[in-house]
């Protein structure tokens, strides 16, 4: 991915902004904060969605998804001791407390059986050995329908 120095700044906000709230940035936050127009931020926003940095609400220009973190709850709770985030999947659910080298638990359903499932992050390490992540398609798919893979 290339991205310009403009989307740079803008993924770069939009992830701190997650860090910090476990919420998306509401466009005016990105414009008042990097101090650019409606126009540029909506053109940096569709420029990081077609290099698959983020996902766009359906026709519109709030963010959906921004791998790992999800601006929508989902059943994939992400509890760290400050905040709770929703990740996109299991495997986003992993995610999550990696890259803020943190703790958490999530706890969700099994899609198919629907039995309780419990996993985490403590000291860098997996908490539980149990279970399996499936993926319903093979990655390379994944960007095909993203929002519902």
């Excluded at 992830?15 to 101090?35: N, W």
């Excluded at 099994?110 to 390490?125: A, R």
Aim: contains cysteine; glycine residues 4%; hydrophobic residues 40%.
């Amino acid at each position: 991915m290339l991205f310009s120095s403009r989307e740079s700044e803008v993924r770069l906000f939009i992830y701190q902004y997650f860090i910090d709230t476990a919420e998306a940035p509401p466009i005016r936050a990105i414009t008042d904060e990097l101090t650019i127009t409606k126009a540029g931020a909506k053109a940096s926003l569709k420029a990081l969605e077609s290099q698959h940095a983020l996902v766009l609400k359906p026709d519109s220009f709030d963010i959906w998804m921004a791998h790992p973190f999800s601006a929508v709850p989902t059943s994939y709770p992400v509890r760290t001791y400050q905040l709770t985030y929703y990740a996109n999947c299991a495997w986003d659910a992993l995610g999550i407390p990696a890259i803020l080298e943190i703790d958490s638990e999530t706890e969700t359903t099994c899609p198919d059986c629907e039995v309780p499932v419990i996993f985490g992050v403590q000291d860098g390490k997996l908490t539980s050995s149990e279970g399996v992540i499936h993926f319903s398609v093979p990655p390379r798919k994944f960007w095909d329908d993203v929002g519902f893979t």
